[in-house]
């Protein structure tokens, strides 16, 4: 094997704490390790996009673009790199072509050098407009194929898409093989026919989550990979990335150079083990190697995230018999590779199957409009009865998405007001409206807030806080098990147990607190069939219906937002709307009355 340079892309900033503990890393527990970071020696260090947008505004309360100079300025010798979405951007839709050019001017001019630009379902129309405005601000285009297994994907496929991205001027290829499903030979494969067909660059990123990632970088290096994705071994293995260390060490070895600096990393690894146990409450438990990923695809960060949302749901035991039914979702949807945002249409659709007890009783608005074309072509045909369930008579979509969406910026910078205090704050709002309208309120109010963190119990180490005890009272004995907790607002928190076996929901509110922010529970449970309820905990995005109005069962009667996707509740009967118990932003529980018909 020829010795060379192997330049080195480290995630610990980004997708390394996605993975393993749901994006949630604060800023102020990034910037003590960025000195020793900038003189490592890293080729670039991934540190935005992905979720950590979404998570800034939603949970810690931080703005991100500041998130961004903040780094800029701490780490002014290495390449900034993100991973961008393609007409995506980082919300859950595709965009106008005039906020995408927005998105990456502003991302470039804050400090991103790499912009990692992909398409969800590899649909090239979809990349176009990003990779172009990429080159516009001078920066560097990376194309992206997102990695997947399904009987219509190969390595054929995979090339033509590559060639098509270096047509549209991307400056390298990376595969991102989000799920960890690559294997050796495959990988191998793959690199010697991009390096044969293009002149460009290739890099590699694959999750462990199957334990072959190491054997892939390995083997990515006799077909000529250039750069390599790890993670500093603090936060690598699981879902995450194989560990920077280790491959730094096993290619000094055979001779190869990355110019990475093994005593720096350590300072950094040694750091940030411990800022890990700061984030114990959200550690997934599937951190470590797990092969059933070969049947489930279920890529690292959705895995965590997943885990996580079921947990607060007070599910979390059925994970498993979510895990089962993502494979099928996935195949009724034309086999989109599962990474964001496909990996949550999927992933909330086969939740809500499982929770329901019923496969499509309830269909999310995020599949209907992917089962409509809205996200561009499915690699493979989709389930023809389910298309024609969730999209109706509307119209199919066969184009470019973006090509019915008209400029929408100057709208959206209308919309939002004076709220907005610069260019970014309505590209923020753009991404996520109704999280950034109240972040944006809350900044101007002072009462940004992050969610608290838990502390560690005395005497146990991170991770092990108990979450199974036995109390009595008043002589009878009681085993608790407590299976997740939600902080709904300021003024109340729900947590979800078992008590001797049988699930229990808690509400805990501030006593004295009437304002209109604080109604939220309270509801009686639904006891009849023409009672309408959720089957999971949310927020409610819009109500449909008032008193008085006659509907039909099937009609739409609210909207609710659930593990960041919006779903449409139907009535469940015909009759008249009796009684509507919730508003607009009210947060729901499972099995609440919501709306009554008679």
Known sequence: MKHRK??????????????????????EDMLPACEWLDQAGYWSLECWGGATFDACVRFLKE???????????????????MLLRGQNLLGYRHYGDDVVEAFVAK?????????????????VRNLETSIQAVKKAGKHAQGTLCYT????????????????MADMGADSIAIKDMAGLLTPAVTAELVSKLKSTLNLPVFLHSHATSGMAPMCQWAALEPGVDHIDTALSAFAGGTS????????????????????NLELLDKATRYFREVRKKYHQFESDYNGVDTSVLLSQVPGGMMSNLANQLKEQGALNRIQEVFEEIPRVRKDLGYPPLVTPTSQIVGTQAVINVLAGKRYDTVTNEVKKYLQGWYGAAPA????????????????IDERPANLIPRELSELRKDIGDLAESDEDVLTYAMFPDQARAFLQQRRDGTLQPEPLEPVAKGRSAGSVSTQFQITVHGESYDIHVTGANPVSETERRFYMTVDGV??????????DTSEGARSGGRARASGEGQVTTSMPGNIVDVLV???????AGDPVLIIEAMKMETEVKATISGVVKAVNIAKGDRVAPGESLIEIE
């Not at 991302?107 to 050098?113: L, P, Q, T, V, Y």
């Not at 990335?241 to 990475?260: I, K, R, Y």
């Not at 008032?546 to 039909?552: N, P, T």
């Open 6 to 27: 192997i330049h080195i892309t480290d995630v610990i900033l980004r997708d390394a704490h996605q993975s393993l503990i749901a994006t949630r890393m604060r800023t």
């Open 63 to 81: 703005d991100p673009w500041e998130r961004l100079r903040t780094l800029r300025k701490h780490l002014p010798n290495t390449r900034l790199q």
């Open 107 to 123: 991302a470039a001019e804050n400090g991103i050098d790499v912009f990692r630009i992909f398409d969800a379902l590899n649909d």
């Open 149 to 164: 297994v399904s009987p219509v994907h190969d390595t054929d496929t995979f090339l033509v898409q590559a060639k098509a």
């Open 241 to 260: 990335h194989p560990p920077t260390e280790s491959l730094v060490s096993a290619l000094h070895d055979a001779g190869h150079d990355t110019g990475l």
């Open 381 to 396: 045909q989709v389930d023809a009865e389910l298309q024609r369930r969730a999209v109706g008579k509307e119209d199919l």
């Open 503 to 512: 699930p229990e929901e808690i509400h805990l509110a501030s006593l004295g």
């Open 546 to 552: 008032k008193e008085g109005d006659q509907v039909s």
